[in-house]
């Protein structure tokens, strides 16, 4: 029997390629089925701490963060939305699509870590569904809260850690833990706290990593 694997996933769900690396990871545990045991926690990166409740235009944002045209990052948003169709998830980016604020997002994702893990990645990929497929705002209480029913999740207790400042330190400690560690890019999958892996990679490649985790004894 394999031993069990904890995957610590950093990432935000307005990052694409964490996205990608999220749907890679299902694909690659689903292809391994018994092989391994894996648990998967996702931790809060956010690359948009300062951003206001309006949220931003995508473009104009990332046509000011790393100077590029507005026809370079469709040509980005193009290699994305075929990688992510090579793993099953669907993106739509469009021009007035936009970036938001995800402080709260990763407030109800920790909230839902509590209750398992299985519910903290079905809030995961509603949320990245959400953003990427259906062009919602990640930063309307409302729409949060649609998202938790959803998930199958408690709305009554989802609505009162947004009405309230619950789990709010709890994100900003594990985010600045997380940097300490040397986390700058984000995914970042930690396997057994040994391994680290950035970046939107494949399943094949995750599918090597995992094996050669899970052949390795849990205490090394």
């Not at 018994?34 to 235009?57: R, T």
């Not at 259906?134 to 209480?141: V, Y």
């Not at 709890?170 to 057994?192: C, L, Y």
Request: glycine share 8%; hydrophobic share 40%.
């Amino acid at each position: 029997m394999a031993n069990p694997i904890r995957i610590d996933f950093v990432s935000d769900v307005v990052c694409p390629w964490c996205a990608i690396g999220v749907a890679s990871l299902s694909r690659a545990l689903e292809q391994l089925g018994d092989e391994v045991s894996a648990e998967i926690h996702f931790h809060p990166f956010e690359l948009s701490p300062e951003m206001g409740k309006e949220g931003e235009n995508v473009l104009e944002y990332l046509s000011a963060k790393y100077g590029s045209s507005h026809d370079q990052i469709r040509e980005t948003w193009n290699t994305i939305t075929e990688r992510g169709g090579d793993v099953g998830f669907t993106f739509n980016f469009k021009n007035d699509s936009r970036k938001w604020n995800t402080f709260n997002a990763h407030r109800l994702l920790m909230w839902a870590g509590e209750t398992s893990g299985a519910a903290q990645l079905a809030l995961k990929m509603a949320l990245l569904k959400a953003g990427f497929t259906d062009n919602r705002c990640l930063d309307d209480n409302s729409v949060l809260l649609e998202l938790v029913a959803a998930a199958g999740l408690d709305v009554a207790a989802a609505s009162g850690v947004l009405e309230s400042d619950a789990f709010a330190e709890e994100v900003r400690q594990e985010e600045q833990e997380w940097q300490e560690m040397g986390v700058r890019s984000v995914p970042t999958m930690v396997f057994n706290r040994r391994y680290a892996v950035s970046g939107g990679q494949p399943p094949a490649a995750l599918v090597q990593v995992l094996r050669k985790v899970a052949s390795e004894p849990a205490d090394q």
